[in-house]
């Protein structure tokens, strides 16, 4: 009779169906992949690690809410209200939960968006700062305006001491928002005219960019001059990089021998792509000499100053068949 009829009625049916609901989690979360045909098992692994369980105590929290009214006053009262709080609670940190791992472990990942994770961090504690601000509005009765003002006040007192910080911090942002560069590009970042590095991008924090270098150190950059400097990415739009060497030549030397024994020492050595093609041309007469410009093509980035050795070790043997070495200063 509780069941069909009375007070008691309409709570037994609600803790039932939340109970119900307990038990099927699994199945409803594996439901949910196959209507939005997502196949993806390291992502469905994911989701039930981070959802599972905040699921199944939100269902068994809202099952035995209803019941929280057989408690005796006040505490009943006081029972109700952190029942709630920890209901709403869980609901908001799994509706964040879903959509940090729909929008950034899903989607971002599936576009090959390059987020970082400081803004990753960022809008998830943005949604935790709102969600709280509601739960502290609904369920206390406490005005959260007051609390935006002096924020607001703080906010502005902690962008004038940190500025240096936020100014590093956005351009992060930034170039996460680009997609312009990301981990493991090869780059040559150029500060003046004497004072440049050639690396692999290994980090990028929400403050300092790092850069593995040819010399295996490591250069660490603040975002903001890493973003407001000369920048070469090496690897768009593709990894295949051209290299260009200037060769002197005796001006008695016959112009298409010496083109083609220069594209023949660039072709023998291992590494050197054979399409695109090196090619050879002359660009300067100094003299008794001529400056002829080869240039070739690799995808290792990280081997072209030993590539570029092997190929000026070539030239060299090349042109002292032809006897066109120049040996002006």
Known sequence: MLAT???LAIPIWLALLFFILSFLRGPLLTGIFR???IADHDLEVLVRKRLDAPLQLLFVILALLPFTFLISQPYGSYVTVITHIFAVFLFFHVLIQSIDLSIFSWYLKRSRANVSAVMRF????????IAAMLIVDWELHVSVLPLLATSTVLTAVLGLALQDTLKNAFAGL???LENSFEQGDWVLFRLDSTDQWVGQIVEIGWRTTKIKTLNNNYAIIPNSTFTSHELVNFNRPNTVHGRTVE??????????KVKMSLVKAALSVNGVLSDPRPEALPTNIQNDRIIYQLRFWLV???AR?????????RCWIEL????????GG
């Open 5 to 7: 009829a009375g007070p």
């Open 247 to 256: 060769i002197p030549v005796l001006l008695s030397a016959e112009p298409e």
């Open 174 to 176: 930034n170039m996460s």
């Open 35 to 37: 209507v939005f045909r």
């Open 300 to 302: 290792d980035i990280g």
């Open 305 to 313: 100053e030993e590539l570029t050795g092997k190929v000026l070790e």
């Open 122 to 129: 960022f809008t998830l504690s943005v949604l935790y700062g």
């Open 320 to 327: 002292k068949d032809l006897d066109a070495l120049s040996r």
